[in-house]
Protein backbone atom coordinates (compact mmCIF):
# COMPACT_ATOMS: atom_id res chain seq x y z
CA UNK A 1 0.00 0.00 0.00
CA UNK A 2 1.85 3.20 -0.91
CA UNK A 3 2.20 6.15 1.62
CA UNK A 4 2.95 9.47 1.34
CA UNK A 5 4.46 11.71 3.97
CA UNK A 6 3.89 15.04 4.57
CA UNK A 7 6.70 17.32 6.08
CA UNK A 8 6.53 21.28 5.94
CA UNK A 9 8.21 23.23 8.66
CA UNK A 10 5.89 26.40 8.30
CA UNK A 11 3.24 23.91 9.12
CA UNK A 12 1.85 23.15 12.91
CA UNK A 13 1.52 19.96 14.24
CA UNK A 14 -1.33 18.28 14.68
CA UNK A 15 -3.24 19.36 18.05
CA UNK A 16 -6.69 17.81 19.36
CA UNK A 17 -9.24 20.62 20.34
CA UNK A 18 -12.45 20.18 21.83
CA UNK A 19 -15.91 18.93 19.86
CA UNK A 20 -19.35 19.07 20.84
CA UNK A 21 -19.87 16.21 23.10
CA UNK A 22 -20.98 12.31 22.41
CA UNK A 23 -24.62 12.19 22.94
CA UNK A 24 -26.92 9.22 23.51
CA UNK A 25 -30.02 8.72 22.01
CA UNK A 26 -32.58 10.23 24.63
CA UNK A 27 -30.36 10.34 27.26
CA UNK A 28 -26.91 11.43 28.86
CA UNK A 29 -24.17 11.80 26.94
CA UNK A 30 -22.02 8.88 27.30
CA UNK A 31 -18.49 9.30 28.31
CA UNK A 32 -15.21 7.70 26.09
CA UNK A 33 -14.57 4.17 27.51
CA UNK A 34 -11.60 3.61 29.68
CA UNK A 35 -9.20 0.93 28.11
CA UNK A 36 -9.27 -1.57 30.57
CA UNK A 37 -13.36 -2.03 31.04
CA UNK A 38 -13.80 -1.46 27.09
CA UNK A 39 -11.53 -3.53 25.88
CA UNK A 40 -12.91 -7.30 24.34
CA UNK A 41 -10.88 -9.84 26.12
CA UNK A 42 -11.09 -12.20 22.63
CA UNK A 43 -12.52 -11.58 19.30
CA UNK A 44 -16.20 -13.09 18.53
CA UNK A 45 -15.83 -15.85 15.79
CA UNK A 46 -16.26 -14.48 12.61
CA UNK A 47 -19.79 -14.52 10.45
CA UNK A 48 -20.93 -13.03 7.84
CA UNK A 49 -24.21 -11.38 7.48
CA UNK A 50 -27.05 -13.88 8.74
CA UNK A 51 -24.92 -16.62 10.10
CA UNK A 52 -22.91 -17.21 6.73
CA UNK A 53 -19.46 -17.73 6.99
CA UNK A 54 -16.29 -16.72 4.90
CA UNK A 55 -16.91 -17.18 1.42
CA UNK A 56 -14.60 -19.91 -0.32
CA UNK A 57 -11.22 -18.69 -2.60
CA UNK A 58 -12.24 -18.58 -6.14
CA UNK A 59 -9.91 -17.18 -9.27
CA UNK A 60 -9.86 -13.69 -10.03
CA UNK A 61 -10.90 -13.27 -13.63
CA UNK A 62 -8.30 -12.47 -16.18
CA UNK A 63 -10.89 -11.06 -19.01
CA UNK A 64 -10.20 -7.35 -19.95
CA UNK A 65 -12.03 -4.78 -18.20
CA UNK A 66 -12.51 -3.04 -21.81
CA UNK A 67 -14.46 -6.06 -22.80
CA UNK A 68 -16.95 -6.09 -19.89
CA UNK A 69 -20.21 -4.22 -19.79
CA UNK A 70 -22.48 -3.71 -16.64
CA UNK A 71 -26.29 -3.05 -16.92
CA UNK A 72 -29.00 -2.93 -14.80
CA UNK A 73 -32.58 -4.14 -14.89
CA UNK A 74 -35.18 -2.65 -12.84
CA UNK A 75 -37.16 -5.29 -10.90
CA UNK A 76 -38.76 -3.12 -8.05
CA UNK A 77 -40.46 -0.02 -8.52
CA UNK A 78 -42.37 2.20 -6.12
CA UNK A 79 -39.60 2.89 -3.30
CA UNK A 80 -39.27 6.31 -1.36
CA UNK A 81 -35.51 7.11 -1.78
CA UNK A 82 -34.24 3.99 -0.87
CA UNK A 83 -30.39 4.14 0.61
CA UNK A 84 -29.32 0.88 1.27
CA UNK A 85 -30.17 -2.72 0.88
CA UNK A 86 -29.00 -6.15 2.94
CA UNK A 87 -30.21 -10.08 2.32
CA UNK A 88 -30.57 -12.17 4.74
CA UNK A 89 -28.75 -15.80 4.52
CA UNK A 90 -32.27 -17.50 6.19
CA UNK A 91 -33.10 -18.86 2.66
CA UNK A 92 -36.05 -17.17 1.99
CA UNK A 93 -34.47 -15.24 -1.11
CA UNK A 94 -35.49 -11.58 0.61
CA UNK A 95 -33.98 -8.64 0.33
CA UNK A 96 -34.24 -5.56 2.82
CA UNK A 97 -34.62 -2.10 1.54
CA UNK A 98 -34.01 1.28 3.46
CA UNK A 99 -35.72 4.13 2.91
CA UNK A 100 -34.16 8.02 4.08
CA UNK A 101 -37.89 8.22 5.77
CA UNK A 102 -37.02 5.37 8.65
CA UNK A 103 -38.33 2.59 7.05
CA UNK A 104 -37.29 -0.76 5.55
CA UNK A 105 -39.19 -2.55 2.88
CA UNK A 106 -39.11 -6.13 1.91
CA UNK A 107 -38.25 -7.33 -1.84
CA UNK A 108 -39.45 -11.23 -2.60
CA UNK A 109 -38.38 -12.00 -6.57
CA UNK A 110 -41.40 -14.06 -6.69
CA UNK A 111 -43.76 -11.65 -5.25
CA UNK A 112 -42.30 -8.43 -5.79
CA UNK A 113 -42.15 -5.60 -2.99
CA UNK A 114 -44.59 -5.65 0.01
CA UNK A 115 -46.21 -2.58 0.40
CA UNK A 116 -46.12 -2.61 4.40
CA UNK A 117 -42.78 -1.90 5.52
CA UNK A 118 -41.04 -4.42 7.41
CA UNK A 119 -39.37 -1.79 9.68
CA UNK A 120 -41.09 1.52 10.50
CA UNK A 121 -39.08 4.13 12.81
CA UNK A 122 -39.88 7.43 10.86
CA UNK A 123 -40.73 9.04 14.68
CA UNK A 124 -36.98 8.48 15.17
CA UNK A 125 -35.88 10.00 12.25
CA UNK A 126 -35.10 13.54 11.14
CA UNK A 127 -34.88 13.13 7.57
CA UNK A 128 -35.05 17.19 6.96
CA UNK A 129 -32.24 17.95 4.30
CA UNK A 130 -30.91 16.20 1.35
CA UNK A 131 -28.90 13.96 3.12
CA UNK A 132 -30.72 13.11 6.32
CA UNK A 133 -32.77 9.58 7.16
CA UNK A 134 -32.35 6.24 7.56
CA UNK A 135 -28.79 5.86 5.82
CA UNK A 136 -27.77 2.32 6.90
CA UNK A 137 -28.56 -1.49 7.55
CA UNK A 138 -26.54 -4.42 9.34
CA UNK A 139 -27.86 -7.80 9.83
CA UNK A 140 -26.72 -8.78 13.13
CA UNK A 141 -24.03 -12.39 12.25
CA UNK A 142 -26.61 -14.42 14.06
CA UNK A 143 -29.81 -12.96 12.26
CA UNK A 144 -31.59 -16.34 11.79
CA UNK A 145 -31.77 -16.61 15.35
CA UNK A 146 -31.70 -13.32 17.41
CA UNK A 147 -33.88 -11.57 14.04
CA UNK A 148 -31.70 -8.45 15.76
CA UNK A 149 -30.58 -5.56 12.87
CA UNK A 150 -28.28 -2.50 12.94
CA UNK A 151 -29.39 0.77 11.66
CA UNK A 152 -27.82 4.31 11.15
CA UNK A 153 -29.95 7.22 10.96
CA UNK A 154 -30.08 11.14 11.94
CA UNK A 155 -32.31 11.41 15.00
CA UNK A 156 -34.75 13.76 16.45
CA UNK A 157 -34.50 16.20 17.33
CA UNK A 158 -31.62 17.57 16.40
CA UNK A 159 -29.93 15.10 13.10
CA UNK A 160 -27.46 13.42 15.59
CA UNK A 161 -25.93 10.33 13.71
CA UNK A 162 -26.97 7.21 15.51
CA UNK A 163 -26.39 3.69 15.73
CA UNK A 164 -29.35 1.48 17.14
CA UNK A 165 -30.15 -1.78 17.48
CA UNK A 166 -33.42 -3.01 16.67
CA UNK A 167 -35.57 -6.27 17.06
CA UNK A 168 -37.59 -7.94 14.76
CA UNK A 169 -39.28 -10.15 17.46
CA UNK A 170 -40.88 -7.20 19.39
CA UNK A 171 -40.08 -4.22 17.62
CA UNK A 172 -38.11 -2.62 19.82
CA UNK A 173 -35.42 -0.14 18.71
CA UNK A 174 -32.45 0.31 21.04
CA UNK A 175 -29.96 3.15 20.40
CA UNK A 176 -26.60 2.27 21.09
CA UNK A 177 -24.23 5.06 20.14
CA UNK A 178 -24.72 8.97 18.63
CA UNK A 179 -22.93 11.83 17.43
CA UNK A 180 -24.11 15.47 17.45
CA UNK A 181 -24.55 16.63 14.34
CA UNK A 182 -26.91 19.80 14.54
CA UNK A 183 -24.69 22.51 12.56
CA UNK A 184 -25.28 21.05 8.97
CA UNK A 185 -27.86 18.37 7.37
CA UNK A 186 -24.76 16.70 4.98
CA UNK A 187 -22.14 14.12 5.19
CA UNK A 188 -23.58 12.12 7.54
CA UNK A 189 -21.83 8.73 6.44
CA UNK A 190 -24.26 6.08 7.72
CA UNK A 191 -22.67 2.88 5.91
CA UNK A 192 -22.84 0.15 8.73
CA UNK A 193 -20.96 -3.38 7.83
CA UNK A 194 -20.43 -6.31 9.97
CA UNK A 195 -16.35 -7.31 9.06
CA UNK A 196 -14.74 -10.57 8.78
CA UNK A 197 -13.63 -9.97 12.43
CA UNK A 198 -17.60 -10.28 13.83
CA UNK A 199 -16.91 -6.37 14.78
CA UNK A 200 -19.47 -3.89 13.25
CA UNK A 201 -18.25 -1.06 11.30
CA UNK A 202 -19.55 2.29 10.57
CA UNK A 203 -18.90 5.51 8.89
CA UNK A 204 -19.42 8.60 9.81
CA UNK A 205 -19.12 11.86 7.70
CA UNK A 206 -16.84 15.24 8.65
CA UNK A 207 -20.10 17.16 10.26
CA UNK A 208 -20.93 18.26 6.67
CA UNK A 209 -20.45 22.14 5.78
CA UNK A 210 -17.74 22.68 3.19
CA UNK A 211 -14.30 22.50 3.31
CA UNK A 212 -14.41 20.54 6.84
CA UNK A 213 -15.10 23.51 9.15
CA UNK A 214 -14.86 21.69 12.23
CA UNK A 215 -11.31 20.36 11.00
CA UNK A 216 -12.96 16.87 11.92
CA UNK A 217 -11.04 14.77 9.59
CA UNK A 218 -7.33 14.39 11.62
CA UNK A 219 -8.75 15.06 15.25
CA UNK A 220 -9.07 11.80 16.80
CA UNK A 221 -11.12 13.16 19.75
CA UNK A 222 -14.02 13.42 17.82
CA UNK A 223 -16.02 10.40 15.91
CA UNK A 224 -17.04 12.95 12.95
CA UNK A 225 -14.89 11.94 10.01
CA UNK A 226 -14.12 8.65 10.74
CA UNK A 227 -14.58 4.81 10.52
CA UNK A 228 -15.37 3.24 13.98
CA UNK A 229 -15.28 -0.37 14.63
CA UNK A 230 -17.08 -1.75 18.12
CA UNK A 231 -18.13 -4.97 19.41
CA UNK A 232 -21.96 -4.61 19.13
CA UNK A 233 -22.50 -8.52 20.96
CA UNK A 234 -21.88 -7.16 24.48
CA UNK A 235 -21.87 -3.75 26.62
CA UNK A 236 -19.27 -2.33 29.47
CA UNK A 237 -19.93 -0.45 31.94
CA UNK A 238 -21.83 2.49 31.41
CA UNK A 239 -21.68 1.51 27.45
CA UNK A 240 -24.21 -0.75 25.33
CA UNK A 241 -21.28 -1.95 23.54
CA UNK A 242 -17.62 -2.47 23.83
CA UNK A 243 -14.25 -1.38 22.04
CA UNK A 244 -12.14 -4.09 20.94
CA UNK A 245 -8.89 -4.13 22.75
CA UNK A 246 -6.55 -3.88 19.29
CA UNK A 247 -8.42 -0.63 18.05
CA UNK A 248 -5.64 1.81 16.90
CA UNK A 249 -6.11 4.49 19.74
CA UNK A 250 -7.39 2.45 22.94
CA UNK A 251 -5.54 3.93 25.49
CA UNK A 252 -4.60 7.00 23.67
CA UNK A 253 -5.02 10.10 25.48
CA UNK A 254 -8.10 12.61 23.96
CA UNK A 255 -8.51 10.09 21.58
CA UNK A 256 -11.99 8.35 20.99
CA UNK A 257 -11.49 4.52 21.16
CA UNK A 258 -14.32 3.69 18.93
CA UNK A 259 -11.73 5.57 16.03
CA UNK A 260 -10.42 2.65 13.82
CA UNK A 261 -9.73 4.65 10.05
CA UNK A 262 -9.47 8.48 10.30
CA UNK A 263 -9.01 11.33 7.65
CA UNK A 264 -12.77 10.56 5.36
CA UNK A 265 -14.72 13.33 4.14
CA UNK A 266 -17.96 11.56 3.84
CA UNK A 267 -17.13 7.31 3.48
CA UNK A 268 -21.00 7.13 1.93
CA UNK A 269 -20.69 3.22 1.47
CA UNK A 270 -17.95 1.20 2.23
CA UNK A 271 -17.26 -2.98 2.12
CA UNK A 272 -15.58 -5.90 2.97
CA UNK A 273 -14.11 -8.36 0.21
CA UNK A 274 -15.63 -11.59 1.71
CA UNK A 275 -12.51 -13.63 0.19
CA UNK A 276 -9.58 -11.40 1.72
CA UNK A 277 -10.94 -9.27 4.03
CA UNK A 278 -9.41 -6.17 1.98
CA UNK A 279 -11.59 -3.10 2.81
CA UNK A 280 -12.93 -1.03 -0.08
CA UNK A 281 -14.03 2.37 0.73
CA UNK A 282 -15.74 5.21 -1.59
CA UNK A 283 -15.01 8.58 -0.12
CA UNK A 284 -16.78 11.60 -1.81
CA UNK A 285 -14.72 14.50 -2.24
CA UNK A 286 -14.90 18.30 -1.91
CA UNK A 287 -14.98 19.11 -5.45
CA UNK A 288 -12.15 18.68 -7.15
CA UNK A 289 -11.37 14.75 -6.93
CA UNK A 290 -13.42 11.29 -5.51
CA UNK A 291 -11.79 8.70 -4.11
CA UNK A 292 -11.49 5.18 -3.77
CA UNK A 293 -9.48 3.94 -1.28
CA UNK A 294 -8.20 0.04 -0.54
CA UNK A 295 -7.08 -1.08 2.15
CA UNK A 296 -5.59 -4.37 2.60
CA UNK A 297 -6.69 -7.03 5.63
CA UNK A 298 -3.57 -6.47 7.59
CA UNK A 299 -2.42 -2.82 7.42
CA UNK A 300 -6.37 -1.15 8.21
CA UNK A 301 -5.79 -0.17 11.89
CA UNK A 302 -5.43 3.66 12.25
CA UNK A 303 -5.22 4.41 8.44
CA UNK A 304 -5.46 7.95 8.10
CA UNK A 305 -6.89 8.54 4.73
CA UNK A 306 -5.82 12.47 4.83
CA UNK A 307 -8.76 14.31 4.66
CA UNK A 308 -8.71 17.42 4.85
CA UNK A 309 -4.95 18.07 4.19
CA UNK A 310 -5.10 16.38 0.97
CA UNK A 311 -8.34 15.60 -1.09
CA UNK A 312 -7.44 12.62 -3.61
CA UNK A 313 -3.89 12.98 -4.18
CA UNK A 314 -3.86 16.78 -4.15
CA UNK A 315 -2.98 19.30 -0.83
CA UNK A 316 -6.98 20.84 0.00
CA UNK A 317 -5.86 22.34 3.34
CA UNK A 318 -2.24 22.82 4.40
CA UNK A 319 -3.23 23.64 7.68
CA UNK A 320 -4.18 20.42 8.18
CA UNK A 321 -1.02 18.61 7.48
CA UNK A 322 0.72 17.93 10.02
CA UNK A 323 4.65 17.24 10.10
CA UNK A 324 5.84 13.46 9.68
CA UNK A 325 2.24 12.27 9.49
CA UNK A 326 1.70 9.44 7.10
CA UNK A 327 -1.36 9.49 4.71
CA UNK A 328 -2.97 6.48 2.50
CA UNK A 329 -3.13 7.14 -1.08
CA UNK A 330 -6.17 6.26 -2.76
CA UNK A 331 -5.82 3.25 -5.44
CA UNK A 332 -8.44 5.40 -7.28
CA UNK A 333 -9.72 9.18 -8.49
CA UNK A 334 -11.52 11.01 -10.65
CA UNK A 335 -12.47 14.67 -10.92
CA UNK A 336 -16.15 15.67 -11.63
CA UNK A 337 -14.75 16.82 -15.44
CA UNK A 338 -16.34 13.24 -16.27
CA UNK A 339 -19.70 14.46 -15.18
CA UNK A 340 -19.77 13.08 -11.85
CA UNK A 341 -20.39 14.45 -8.42
CA UNK A 342 -20.20 11.90 -5.67
CA UNK A 343 -18.53 8.36 -6.21
CA UNK A 344 -20.86 5.19 -4.46
CA UNK A 345 -18.43 3.09 -3.43
CA UNK A 346 -19.52 -0.73 -4.44
CA UNK A 347 -18.57 -4.25 -3.55
CA UNK A 348 -16.24 -6.70 -4.89
CA UNK A 349 -18.35 -9.22 -7.27
CA UNK A 350 -17.58 -12.88 -5.48
CA UNK A 351 -21.00 -14.42 -7.19
CA UNK A 352 -21.00 -17.36 -9.16
CA UNK A 353 -23.45 -16.24 -12.34
CA UNK A 354 -20.62 -13.76 -13.55
CA UNK A 355 -17.32 -15.03 -11.97
CA UNK A 356 -15.47 -15.53 -15.54
CA UNK A 357 -16.57 -12.19 -16.32
CA UNK A 358 -15.54 -10.11 -13.14
CA UNK A 359 -14.74 -12.49 -10.07
CA UNK A 360 -12.25 -10.48 -8.42
CA UNK A 361 -13.20 -7.23 -10.10
CA UNK A 362 -14.38 -4.04 -7.53
CA UNK A 363 -17.62 -2.13 -9.18
CA UNK A 364 -18.81 1.37 -7.99
CA UNK A 365 -20.39 4.03 -9.87
CA UNK A 366 -21.06 7.82 -9.44
CA UNK A 367 -24.80 9.58 -8.26
CA UNK A 368 -24.61 12.16 -11.09
CA UNK A 369 -22.55 10.32 -14.41
CA UNK A 370 -23.74 7.01 -13.20
CA UNK A 371 -20.76 5.44 -15.04
CA UNK A 372 -19.86 2.40 -14.12
CA UNK A 373 -16.39 1.98 -12.54
CA UNK A 374 -14.46 -1.45 -12.75
CA UNK A 375 -11.26 -1.88 -10.93
CA UNK A 376 -9.05 -5.20 -10.76
CA UNK A 377 -5.19 -5.68 -9.09
CA UNK A 378 -2.65 -5.75 -11.56
CA UNK A 379 -0.27 -8.34 -9.79
CA UNK A 380 2.62 -5.19 -9.72
CA UNK A 381 0.98 -2.94 -6.91
CA UNK A 382 -1.42 -1.17 -9.14
CA UNK A 383 -5.03 -1.88 -10.24
CA UNK A 384 -6.16 -1.90 -13.91
CA UNK A 385 -9.25 0.29 -13.96
CA UNK A 386 -12.16 1.17 -16.78
CA UNK A 387 -15.30 2.22 -17.55
CA UNK A 388 -17.50 -0.51 -18.57
CA UNK A 389 -20.92 0.85 -18.77
CA UNK A 390 -23.75 2.79 -16.88
CA UNK A 391 -25.93 2.69 -14.27
CA UNK A 392 -29.82 3.68 -13.54
CA UNK A 393 -29.94 7.41 -12.49
CA UNK A 394 -28.79 8.23 -9.33
CA UNK A 395 -27.88 4.73 -7.49
CA UNK A 396 -27.47 5.40 -3.94
CA UNK A 397 -26.23 1.81 -2.91
CA UNK A 398 -24.84 -1.33 -3.83
CA UNK A 399 -26.47 -4.82 -2.24
CA UNK A 400 -25.27 -8.41 -2.63
CA UNK A 401 -27.40 -11.22 -2.24
CA UNK A 402 -25.76 -14.70 0.04
CA UNK A 403 -24.76 -15.95 -3.27
CA UNK A 404 -22.83 -12.94 -4.61
CA UNK A 405 -25.23 -11.39 -7.05
CA UNK A 406 -25.58 -7.74 -7.48
CA UNK A 407 -28.34 -5.13 -6.76
CA UNK A 408 -28.36 -1.55 -6.78
CA UNK A 409 -31.04 0.92 -5.06
CA UNK A 410 -31.23 4.01 -7.38
CA UNK A 411 -32.81 7.50 -5.45
CA UNK A 412 -35.04 8.86 -7.49
CA UNK A 413 -37.45 8.22 -8.97
CA UNK A 414 -36.52 4.83 -6.67
CA UNK A 415 -36.49 1.68 -7.82
CA UNK A 416 -34.51 -1.88 -7.50
CA UNK A 417 -32.40 -3.27 -10.14
CA UNK A 418 -30.44 -6.36 -10.52
CA UNK A 419 -26.87 -6.22 -12.07
CA UNK A 420 -25.50 -8.16 -14.77
CA UNK A 421 -22.55 -8.68 -16.49
CA UNK A 422 -22.15 -9.43 -20.49
CA UNK A 423 -18.55 -9.95 -22.61
CA UNK A 424 -18.55 -7.61 -25.20
CA UNK A 425 -15.83 -6.64 -28.28
CA UNK A 426 -14.53 -3.12 -28.15
CA UNK A 427 -14.64 -1.15 -31.35
CA UNK A 428 -11.45 1.03 -30.73
CA UNK A 429 -7.68 -0.23 -29.84
CA UNK A 430 -5.54 2.22 -28.19
CA UNK A 431 -1.30 1.44 -28.50
CA UNK A 432 1.31 4.07 -27.30
CA UNK A 433 4.99 5.34 -27.31
CA UNK A 434 5.87 7.73 -24.90
CA UNK A 435 9.80 9.25 -24.70
CA UNK A 436 10.29 11.33 -20.92
CA UNK A 437 13.36 13.28 -19.55
CA UNK A 438 13.55 15.63 -16.47
CA UNK A 439 10.00 17.25 -16.21
CA UNK A 440 8.78 16.50 -20.02
CA UNK A 441 7.31 13.97 -21.83
CA UNK A 442 5.94 13.14 -24.80
CA UNK A 443 3.41 10.69 -25.80
CA UNK A 444 2.07 8.99 -29.17
CA UNK A 445 -1.30 7.70 -29.80
CA UNK A 446 -2.48 5.20 -32.53
CA UNK A 447 -6.09 4.66 -32.91
CA UNK A 448 -7.50 1.64 -34.49
CA UNK A 449 -11.07 0.95 -35.30
CA UNK A 450 -11.81 -2.59 -34.39
CA UNK A 451 -15.54 -1.98 -35.70
CA UNK A 452 -17.23 -3.18 -38.15
CA UNK A 453 -18.33 0.38 -39.26
CA UNK A 454 -16.45 3.83 -40.12
CA UNK A 455 -16.12 6.32 -37.26
CA UNK A 456 -16.81 9.68 -39.47
CA UNK A 457 -15.78 12.55 -36.56
CA UNK A 458 -13.95 11.38 -33.30
CA UNK A 459 -13.86 12.49 -29.69
CA UNK A 460 -10.81 10.52 -27.56
CA UNK A 461 -11.00 11.02 -23.78
CA UNK A 462 -8.47 9.96 -21.02
CA UNK A 463 -7.87 11.43 -17.74
CA UNK A 464 -4.29 12.32 -17.06
CA UNK A 465 -1.99 11.00 -13.90
CA UNK A 466 -2.00 13.46 -11.59
CA UNK A 467 0.76 16.03 -11.80
CA UNK A 468 0.54 16.26 -15.69
CA UNK A 469 -0.45 18.93 -17.72
CA UNK A 470 -0.68 19.42 -21.86
CA UNK A 471 1.65 21.76 -23.47
CA UNK A 472 1.23 20.98 -26.99
CA UNK A 473 -0.25 18.38 -29.29
CA UNK A 474 -0.11 16.83 -32.70
CA UNK A 475 -2.90 16.18 -35.27
CA UNK A 476 -5.48 16.53 -33.07
CA UNK A 477 -7.58 19.55 -30.98
CA UNK A 478 -6.84 18.71 -27.68
CA UNK A 479 -7.98 20.32 -24.66
CA UNK A 480 -7.77 19.82 -20.67
CA UNK A 481 -10.39 20.15 -18.19
CA UNK A 482 -8.73 18.89 -14.83
CA UNK A 483 -7.42 15.60 -15.38
CA UNK A 484 -9.31 15.14 -18.06
CA UNK A 485 -8.48 15.34 -21.68
CA UNK A 486 -10.49 15.74 -24.96
CA UNK A 487 -8.33 15.46 -28.40
CA UNK A 488 -10.67 15.61 -31.38
CA UNK A 489 -9.97 15.20 -34.98
CA UNK A 490 -8.15 17.39 -37.33
CA UNK A 491 -9.62 18.42 -40.23
CA UNK A 492 -7.55 15.77 -42.25
CA UNK A 493 -8.08 12.57 -40.01
CA UNK A 494 -11.53 12.60 -39.06
CA UNK A 495 -12.13 9.22 -40.86
CA UNK A 496 -11.44 5.74 -39.57
CA UNK A 497 -12.23 2.81 -42.08
CA UNK A 498 -12.91 -0.21 -40.18
CA UNK A 499 -9.50 -1.82 -39.30
CA UNK A 500 -8.09 1.63 -39.49
CA UNK A 501 -5.61 3.45 -37.96
CA UNK A 502 -4.56 7.24 -36.97
CA UNK A 503 -2.14 8.96 -34.95
CA UNK A 504 -2.11 11.59 -32.76
CA UNK A 505 0.41 13.14 -29.80
CA UNK A 506 1.11 15.21 -27.00
CA UNK A 507 3.49 17.05 -24.88
CA UNK A 508 2.92 17.37 -20.74
CA UNK A 509 4.84 18.86 -18.37
CA UNK A 510 5.02 16.54 -15.09
CA UNK A 511 6.14 16.24 -11.34
CA UNK A 512 8.09 12.83 -11.30
CA UNK A 513 4.84 10.83 -12.71
CA UNK A 514 5.35 9.74 -16.12
CA UNK A 515 2.89 6.71 -15.94
CA UNK A 516 0.24 6.85 -19.25
CA UNK A 517 -3.40 7.31 -18.74
CA UNK A 518 -5.29 4.74 -17.40
CA UNK A 519 -8.24 4.32 -19.53
CA UNK A 520 -9.52 5.34 -23.43
CA UNK A 521 -13.10 6.05 -24.64
CA UNK A 522 -13.76 6.83 -28.85
CA UNK A 523 -16.93 8.43 -28.85
CA UNK A 524 -17.77 7.33 -25.68
CA UNK A 525 -17.48 3.94 -26.18
CA UNK A 526 -14.35 2.34 -24.04
CA UNK A 527 -11.06 1.16 -25.99
CA UNK A 528 -8.97 -2.00 -25.38
CA UNK A 529 -5.58 -0.57 -24.56
CA UNK A 530 -2.08 -2.37 -25.45
CA UNK A 531 -0.24 -3.03 -22.23
Avoid at 384 to 390: K, M, S, Y
Wanted: hydrophobic share 35%; glycine share 12%; with cysteine.
Amino acid sequence: MSRRRWASPALLALTLTLVAPLTAFASPPAPAPPAAASAVETPPAPAGPGGGGAEPAAADSTVPLEEITASATQVAFGLRRPTALVAPDDGTGRLFIVEKRGTVRVYHPDTGLEATPMIDITSSVDETGNERGLLGIALAPDFNDSQQLYLAYTALPDGAVTLARYSLADGTLQPLLAQEHAEYNNHNGGQLTFGPDGYLYWAIGDGGGSGDPFDTGQRLDTLLGKILRIDVSRSCGELDYCVPRDNPFVGVENAREEIFIWGVRNPWRFSFDPQDGSLWIGDVGQGRWEEIDHLPAGPQAGANLGWSCYEGFEVFDEAQCAPDAEYTDPVFTYSPQTGGCAVIGGRVYRGEEFAELVGGTYIATDYCSSTVWALREDGAGGYLQAEIGEMPTQVTAFGTTPEGEFYVVNDLPGGLHRVSFERTEPTCRIEHSTRAWGNGMTVDLTITNTGAEPVNGWSLTFPLPAGQRVVSDWNTDLTQAGDMVTARNASHNGAIAPGASVRLGYLVEHAGDTALPGRFSLNGATCAVAR
